[in-house]
Structure formats: structure tokens, C-alpha cells
């Protein structure tokens, strides 16, 4: 999750509008640092946080905000830079101020804000602004508390098993579509001395929730996990201890990374170059790393090895692809200009300003309609993962990734404590049992995110 690690934490947080303690912004006639034009037009504020090197953040700003103030539709934005910007941020509105424009790292954030009174519900926007038709149509639910919009969604992410389609090739491997075949398949990897993943979790330890959280989903079901997010089934049944029993068998033979030591200790360089030169077969990881790829594999990485991906096999064989959100956009209730930023969220998620970020900063595109077009710039095995992710939502063929929707002290839970079920400590059955312990009292509390009909 290296890109969506900066997302709550790594790499895409690039584009979290995540801003910084101030006054609340947006009155009429300020300038805040644009030219000309920009003194007689409503300023708002856009504060993001830089990723280090900057590069895609400066990207941002020429592919979205420039091109917007060039419009000269009497709103200009303010964008500014700031370290730390989420805490700031959440420090500034609790006082009142606080950027227009308030980005955080995801839906259970959000909760947070709406139930604080600091956000301004969306409602009024959805139907004037057109949000209705551009958004896939369960995304808008994500953004609702208390049956009041307040948030869009961006970043729209998935988990895929990303092969090394060279090594494939060479050994007559096929590409696994059940279980069954990735357990067997694994095993044959492991026999011809290659490693099965090439995964581990030293530089981010909630990488241990993708695994837990695509095991749940493609064991399970994801009807049983929306039954189980919804209170309508334990996270004890039995189907939920198949997911963990296989995942930890998995850990015990060693196959993330050659050993669960390794899971531990070995850097994401090197569990990159052991993916690209052949060493580890697999890996399953999120859109957010193709970007990575591209540099290890091929003559960029010093190599002649080739990447491709499949749906992350499921128990029935059937694709499919859970469903995060690296990051949500909604208005400050203090803002005085909340129109204003409206028509700034229109113009963000059209589909040609989310398709030229897309090709132009490498940032996913959010849960909206987007046409084959939009992708033609992209390489093609990117576009494929998109192609399929936009198709599979609209048909509901989707999962539920746990940084989006469960909440947030079982999430820490479910990436913390597979620890103690990998080294021994505890069982598969008593680490669900904690899970549902913790989930019931957070439900109770009425933390539950918003989780989509099916």
C-alpha cells in the first residue's frame, strides 16, 4: 500500500486536500497569492500535504488548479502546501476555522467530522451540481452520516495479485483463479525454490490488513462480510475462520517474503527487486502500486522480466474487487463560500480533469465514470485494472478493504493482532472472537462507516 499508505499514509496523500489550521477562508475579494484576475474573484482555500520530493503534489496543481483559476469564473484557489496537514486540519476546524475546502484520508474520517457539526451537508449540491449522474452509483452512500451527504469520494483503489508473467512463462505457470489453485499453486512455487509473495511489512505495518482483508472478502464472500459489517452475521462464522486458518497457513510455510521473519525485517526495495528479478513470484497488492512496478521491472530495473495481474483468485473462482477510498473531499461548515467550493468539486471530479490526473500525475481516478478514452493514455495493463474495477463496481461484484470500511479500532485490531495469531499466541478462533468483541462496541457507539446497499 505504498502509494495508498500515504493515502491515510503513504504515496497518494499527494492529492488529500488535507489542510491546515486558519481562519476559515473564502470571503469575497481576497487573493491569497494569485495574480491579476484573481483580486475581484471569491477566493477559496485548497491546502494540501506534500508527499516527499513533491513531484505529483506540484502536479496537482498544474493539471487541476491552475487550469481552473485560468477559467476566470469569478473563483479562485487558494492552494497552499502544508506539512502535517490532516492533524492541523482536524486541530482547526474543532476551533471554527479550517480550509473551505476539507480533504481527509478516508470515509471513517469523515464520520468523525459530520458527527462533530463541523462539515456541511451535500445534499442541496447533489441534484444542481450533477453529482447523482458523474458518481457510480453506490459512491455517494460512502459519504453519507445520518442519512446526510458529506463527503465525495476520491481515489477510488483495489487490490489485485500482481505475477511476474516472465517467470510464469518460463516455469508453464498458469495464473491462479480459487483458492484452491493459489494455495497449490504456492506450494509448486515454493517446491521449484522461488518465493510464492513477495510481501512484507517492515516499512508499513497495516500492509497486514490487505492480506486479512482479501481473505475475508474472497473466502468468505463479500455477502458474508456486508452481513457482517451490517450486524446481520458474527465475525466468528465459520467461513471468516477458513479466511484466517488459510492466510496463517500461508505464514507458516513461509511463503510471504521466504519466512515470517522476513515478513518482518526485509525492506519494500528489496521485496521489489526480488518480485522483478524472478525471486518471488507474486504479490498482492493495490493499484497504488503500478507506479513501482514500471520502475523495477523491465530495462528501468535493470532487467527483461515483464508484470501482469489477475483478480486476486476468490473461493468460487468468480473476480472479485474490494473497494477503498484513499481520500474524501467535503465543505467546511464554516466556510462563507460554500457555492463556490460546490463548483470547485464539480470541476475537480469531472471525468476529464480525474482522466488527465490519472495520466498525467499517476493518481487514481475517483468512483466515476470514466470513458475508454480517458484511459487510452495509460498503459494497458493499468487501464485493464481500471476498465475491470469501473465494470465490477457498477455490477456489484465488489468487496469491502477494512481502511474504508470498518471502523477504526477494529481496523487497528484486525492488522495488529493477525500478529499474535501468525506467532502462536493466539488462535484464528480467538482473534475473531476479539474482532467481534471490539466491532459490537463500536457499533453500539454508533461508529459504524457507511457501507453501501448491495
Same mark, same amino acid.
Given at each position: =500500500?505504498?502509494?495508498?499508505?500515504?493515502?491515510?499514509?503513504? !504515496?497518494?496523500?499527494?492529492?488529500?486536500?488535507? =489542510?491546515?489550521?486558519?481562519?476559515?477562508?473564502?470571503?469575497?475579494?481576497?487573493?491569497? !497569492?494569485? %495574480?491579476?484576475?484573481?483580486?475581484?474573484?471569491?477566493?477559496?482555500?485548497?491546502?494540501?500535504?506534500?508527499? &516527499?520530493?513533491?513531484?505529483?503534489?506540484?502536479?496537482?496543481?498544474?493539471?487541476?488548479?491552475?487550469?481552473? @483559476?485560468?477559467?476566470? @469564473?469569478?473563483?479562485?484557489?487558494?492552494?497552499?502546501?502544508?506539512?502535517?496537514?490532516?492533524?492541523?486540519?482536524?486541530?482547526?476546524?474543532?476551533?471554527?476555522?479550517?480550509?473551505?475546502?476539507?480533504?481527509?484520508?478516508?470515509?471513517?474520517?469523515?464520520?468523525?467530522?459530520?458527527?462533530?457539526?463541523?462539515?456541511?451537508?451535500?445534499?442541496?449540491?447533489?441534484?444542481?451540481?450533477?453529482?447523482?449522474?458523474?458518481?457510480?452509483?453506490?459512491?455517494?452512500?460512502?459519504?453519507?452520516?445520518?442519512?446526510?451527504?458529506?463527503?465525495?469520494?476520491?481515489?477510488?483503489?483495489?487490490?489485485?495479485?500482481?505475477?511476474?508473467?516472465?517467470?510464469?512463462?518460463?516455469?508453464?505457470?498458469?495464473?491462479?483463479?480459487?483458492?484452491? &489453485?493459489?494455495?497449490?499453486?504456492?506450494?509448486?512455487?515454493?517446491?521449484?525454490?522461488?518465493?510464492?509473495?513477495?510481501?512484507?511489512?517492515?516499512?508499513?505495518?497495516?500492509?497486514?490488513?490487505?492480506?486479512?482483508?482479501?481473505?475475508? @472478502?474472497?473466502?468468505?464472500?463479500?455477502?458474508?462480510?456486508y452481513e457482517a459489517l451490517t450486524g446481520k452475521t458474527s465475525w466468528e462464522d465459520p467461513d471468516f475462520l477458513t479466511a484466517i486458518n488459510d492466510l496463517n497457513e500461508m505464514q507458516q510455510k513461509g511463503w510471504f517474503m521466504g519466512s515470517l521473519d522476513n515478513y518482518y525485517t526485509a525492506a519494500n526495495a528489496d521485496r521489489d527487486a526480488a518480485?522483478?528479478?524472478?525471486?518471488?513470484? =507474486?504479490?498482492? &497488492?493495490?493499484?497504488?502500486?503500478?507506479?513501482?512496478?514500471?520502475?523495477?521491472?523491465?530495462?528501468?530495473?535493470?532487467?527483461?522480466?515483464?508484470?501482469?495481474?489477475?483478480?486476486?483468485?476468490?473461493?468460487?473462482?468468480?473476480?472479485?474487487?474490494? /473497494?477503498?477510498?484513499?481520500?474524501?473531499?467535503?465543505?467546511?461548515?464554516?466556510?462563507?463560500?460554500?457555492?463556490?467550493?460546490?463548483?470547485?468539486?464539480?470541476?475537480?471530479?469531472?471525468?476529464?480533469?480525474?482522466?488527465? =490526473?490519472?495520466?498525467?500525475?499517476?493518481?487514481?481516478?475517483?468512483?466515476?465514470?470514466?470513458?475508454?478514452?480517458?484511459?487510452?493514455?495509460?498503459?494497458?495493463?493499468?487501464?485493464?485494472?481500471?476498465?475491470?474495477?469501473?465494470?465490477?463496481?457498477?455490477?456489484?461484484?465488489?468487496?469491502?478493504?477494512?481502511?474504508?470500511?470498518?471502523?477504526?479500532?477494529?481496523?487497528?485490531?484486525?492488522? &495488529?493482532?493477525?500478529?499474535?495469531?501468525? %506467532?502462536?499466541?493466539?488462535?484464528?478462533?480467538?482473534? /475473531? %472472537?476479539?474482532?467481534?468483541?471490539?466491532?459490537?462496541?463500536?457499533?453500539?457507539?454508533?461508529?459504524?462507516?457507511?457501507?453501501?446497499?448491495?
Amino acid at each position: =500500500m505504498k502509494w495508498h499508505t500515504l493515502r491515510l499514509f503513504v !504515496g497518494l496523500t499527494v492529492f488529500v486536500l488535507l =489542510m491546515v489550521a486558519c481562519a476559515p477562508a473564502a470571503s469575497p475579494g481576497a487573493t491569497g !497569492g494569485a %495574480a491579476g484576475n484573481a483580486a475581484a474573484a471569491t477566493t477559496i482555500s485548497f491546502w494540501y500535504e506534500p508527499p &516527499e520530493g513533491g513531484d505529483a503534489a506540484a502536479c496537482v496543481i498544474t493539471t487541476v488548479i491552475d487550469p481552473f @483559476n485560468a477559467l476566470n @469564473n469569478g473563483i479562485h484557489v487558494d492552494a497552499v502546501s502544508h506539512p502535517q496537514a490532516w492533524d492541523t486540519t482536524r486541530t482547526a476546524i474543532a476551533g471554527g476555522g479550517g480550509p473551505d475546502v476539507v480533504g481527509t484520508p478516508g470515509p471513517s474520517f469523515v464520520f468523525e467530522l459530520a458527527k462533530a457539526g463541523q462539515l456541511l451537508p451535500l445534499d442541496d449540491f447533489v441534484e444542481s451540481e450533477g453529482w447523482g449522474e458523474s458518481f457510480v452509483p453506490w459512491a455517494l452512500s460512502l459519504g453519507k452520516v445520518d442519512g446526510k451527504l458529506y463527503s465525495l469520494p476520491d481515489e477510488q483503489e483495489t487490490l489485485v495479485l500482481y505475477y511476474n508473467k516472465t517467470l510464469f512463462d518460463e516455469k508453464g505457470w498458469q495464473p491462479p483463479k480459487t483458492i484452491d &489453485e493459489l494455495m497449490a499453486l504456492s506450494q509448486q512455487i515454493a517446491d521449484a525454490d522461488v518465493i510464492p509473495f513477495a510481501h512484507t511489512n517492515a516499512e508499513w505495518r497495516p500492509s497486514n490488513e490487505w492480506f486479512v482483508g482479501e481473505f475475508l @472478502n474472497h473466502v468468505a464472500g463479500p455477502q458474508k462480510v456486508y452481513e457482517a459489517l451490517t450486524g446481520k452475521t458474527s465475525w466468528e462464522d465459520p467461513d471468516f475462520l477458513t479466511a484466517i486458518n488459510d492466510l496463517n497457513e500461508m505464514q507458516q510455510k513461509g511463503w510471504f517474503m521466504g519466512s515470517l521473519d522476513n515478513y518482518y525485517t526485509a525492506a519494500n526495495a528489496d521485496r521489489d527487486a526480488a518480485f522483478a528479478n524472478g525471486e518471488a513470484a =507474486m504479490k498482492i &497488492e493495490g493499484t497504488w502500486a503500478i507506479g513501482a512496478l514500471d520502475e523495477v521491472f523491465g530495462e528501468a530495473g535493470g532487467n527483461s522480466n515483464e508484470w501482469d495481474w489477475v483478480p486476486v483468485p476468490s473461493i468460487t473462482g468468480d473476480a472479485i474487487f474490494d /473497494l477503498g477510498i484513499g481520500n474524501t473531499y467535503s465543505i467546511n461548515k464554516a466556510s462563507k463560500s460554500p457555492e463556490a467550493v460546490a463548483k470547485f468539486l464539480t470541476y475537480f471530479f469531472s471525468p476529464e480533469v480525474q482522466a488527465k =490526473m490519472l495520466a498525467d500525475c499517476d493518481k487514481a481516478p475517483a468512483p466515476i465514470h470514466l470513458s475508454a478514452d480517458a484511459l487510452s493514455a495509460l498503459d494497458a495493463r493499468q487501464a485493464r485494472v481500471y476498465d475491470t474495477l469501473s465494470k465490477s463496481s457498477d455490477a456489484g461484484n465488489y468487496g469491502y478493504t477494512t481502511w474504508t470500511f470498518w471502523p477504526p479500532k477494529s481496523d487497528v485490531y484486525i492488522y &495488529e493482532e493477525i500478529e499474535k495469531v501468525w %506467532a502462536g499466541t493466539e488462535t484464528a478462533e480467538e482473534y /475473531l %472472537a476479539g474482532l467481534q468483541k471490539l466491532f459490537t462496541e463500536e457499533a453500539t457507539e454508533g461508529n459504524i462507516p457507511p457501507i453501501p446497499e448491495r
